[in-house]
């Protein structure tokens, strides 16, 4: 299959080094702490952040920090397949492992030590791209519920079909079987907090695909402090400030 015309252009029309339209909203839980829609093309992902707050489990506190927890989800309808996935699956709780230790190279827990911070996120649209979608909506809730951070932890994915690095995948492009990378980054500390690979590429595309991805990830992160500070500047008008 064809994933590149000859003129240059992908299956939705994009280009190869074109992202999908992004569009975000936070606040959008009013009983979370924080809370955010984002969504990347036809990827639409909703995140809810309680916390900091007393740890539940006594067991399980932290002297030092606060403890993370995480739960991925994804919702009965969002792919349209009717094979419902039990609560719990591998899967599931592997991505909620990954979403957990890319948002801990974020977050100052040594700041809230004896506290515990659960991030929810659930897939209410698949269309590829679900785990970066997931990252930079869990980034926004964290920032919206007012949790200190390093940094905005960002992510993006990349590819390469038909001989030709692509930004961004769809959920076509991602089941091509063709290599792809799921990065995330702390954009202004310059640091990988996130790498996840499918198969081999030789150094020189992988570099190309890594750097494509790293751009991909400084774009979202542009959008993402557009947003927030729009949301302050509104926050300051309706406050009379």
């Known amino acids: 299959m064809e994933y590149v015309s000859p003129e240059g252009l992908r299956l939705d029309g994009r280009r190869p080094m074109e992202m999908r339209q992004i569009r975000a909203?936070?606040?959008t839980i009013m009983k979370?702490?924080?809370?955010?829609?984002?969504?990347?093309?036809?990827?639409?992902?909703?995140a809810?952040?309680?916390?900091?707050?007393?740890?539940?489990?006594r067991g399980q506190?932290?002297?030092?920090?606060?403890?993370?927890?995480?739960?991925?989800?994804?919702?009965?309808?969002?792919?349209g397949d009717r094979m419902r996935k039990p609560k719990g699956d591998r899967r599931s709780t592997e991505i909620s492992l990954v979403i957990r230790q890319t948002m801990e190279e974020s977050i100052l827990t040594h700041l809230m030590p004896r506290s515990q911070i659960d991030i929810y996120v659930q897939v209410l649209q698949a269309d590829g791209g679900t785990r970066s979608a997931c990252i930079?909506?869990?980034?926004?809730?964290?920032?919206?519920?007012?949790?200190?951070?390093?940094?905005?932890?960002?992510?993006?994915s990349a590819g390469y079909l038909n001989s030709t690095p692509l930004l961004d995948l769809n959920y076509v492009e991602?089941?091509?079987?063709?290599?792809?990378?799921?990065?995330?980054?702390?954009p202004k500390l310059d640091k990988v907090t996130l790498l996840q690979m499918d198969s081999k590429l030789p150094i020189?595309?992988?570099?190309?695909?890594m750097q494509l991805a790293t751009e991909g990830c400084?774009?979202?992160a542009n959008y993402i402090r557009e947003l927030l500070l729009e949301n302050t500047k509104e926050l300051e008008y309706r406050r009379g400030v």
Request: a negative charge; one cysteine or more; charged letters at 20%.
């Open 174 to 186: 991602d089941s091509a079987g063709g290599p792809d990378v799921t990065l995330g980054i702390l």
């Open 204 to 209: 020189d595309i992988f570099e190309n695909v």
């Open 136 to 156: 930079n909506a869990a980034t926004l809730a964290l920032a919206d519920a007012g949790i200190p951070m390093r940094d905005l932890v960002t992510s993006c």
């Open 61 to 79: 506190q932290i002297s030092d920090k606060a403890l993370v927890r995480c739960e991925y989800s994804m919702a009965n309808f969002s792919t």
């Open 48 to 57: 809810a952040v309680y916390g900091p707050r007393e740890v539940q489990n």
């Open 218 to 220: 400084k774009a979202v």
């Open 25 to 27: 909203e936070i606040g």
């Open 32 to 46: 979370a702490d924080g809370s955010a829609v984002f969504e990347m093309g036809n990827t639409k992902v909703v």
